[in-house]
């Protein structure tokens, strides 16, 4: 199965930017559908956002609609998160994985396989 290992987190001041990188390896196609998802402590894993391999097709949740972008390099095999105007309500370990079944919908994580160590970012005030 698809494995990730992500990283590009950090400490920022609010309002600014930091971007995340996930490394995938395994099984990927064009449809395969990478997630980064966010789980802050004491709170359940929650979508961020999405992208497919093959024609780059992008979904966000509400909350960082706007703020962050998420792209990929097909020939690198990894998947990014831009993250802007950065609040501390965005303090979260970050996470990638694929998408394996749609059964739960494309924003739930019980969907997705190939979880990471996840990457900190942590946002002052």
């Known amino acids: 199965q698809v494995q990730t290992v992500e990283s590009g987190g950090g400490l920022v001041q609010a309002g600014g930017s930091l971007r995340l990188s996930c490394a995938a390896s395994?099984?990927?196609?064009?449809?395969?559908?990478m997630g980064w998802f966010r789980q802050a402590p004491g709170k359940e894993r929650e979508f961020v956002a999405s992208i497919t391999w093959g024609d780059g097709t992008t979904y966000y949740a509400d909350s960082v609609k706007g703020r962050f972008t998420i792209s990929r390099v097909n020939a690198k095999n990894t998947v990014y998160l831009q993250l802007n105007s950065l609040t501390p309500e965005d303090t979260a370990v970050y996470y990638c994985?694929?998408?394996?079944?749609?059964?739960?919908?494309?924003?739930?994580?019980?969907?997705?396989?190939?979880w990471g160590q996840g990457t900190q970012v942590t946002v002052s005030s």
């Open positions: 395994g099984p990927i196609f064009g449809s395969t559908r």
């Open positions: 994985a694929a998408l394996r079944t749609q059964t739960f919908g494309i924003t739930d994580p019980r969907g997705y396989r190939g």
